[in-house]
């Protein structure tokens, strides 16, 4: 995975078990904190993000395997107003796009 200089990216940091912790203990704790901005490319497989102050104690260069690509529009999010519900509280789905077996 590849990413591009001012490009945004979430960062992963549930593998940092009781080195950095973000308000929730256990099973409610994010898994992923951003969206933070790349500020270039160090190496082939590590980018420097833009952190918060209140990250200024972490190292800002990551590994590639824990970022993600951010996604800003919000298409995926269920928009109430539009879902029409039956009398038994029922709806039927209808498919915003086809995907074929094998193919993501």
Request: net charge positive; aromatic share 10%; charged share 25%.
């Amino acid at each position: 995975m590849a990413f591009q200089t001012g490009e945004k990216v979430l960062l992963k940091v549930s593998p940092m078990k009781g080195v950095i912790k973000f308000g929730k203990n256990g099973k409610l704790s994010p898994r992923y904190i951003g969206p933070f901005e790349i500020l270039d490319c160090v190496g082939s497989v590590a980018y420097r993000l833009t952190l918060l102050r209140s990250l200024s104690v972490v190292h800002p260069v990551f590994h590639v395997s824990m970022l993600k690509k951010y996604h800003g529009n919000k298409d995926y999010i269920i928009k109430w107003d539009i879902v029409l519900l039956d009398k038994d509280l029922q709806y039927e789905e209808e498919p915003i796009a086809r995907c074929e077996v094998g193919k993501l």
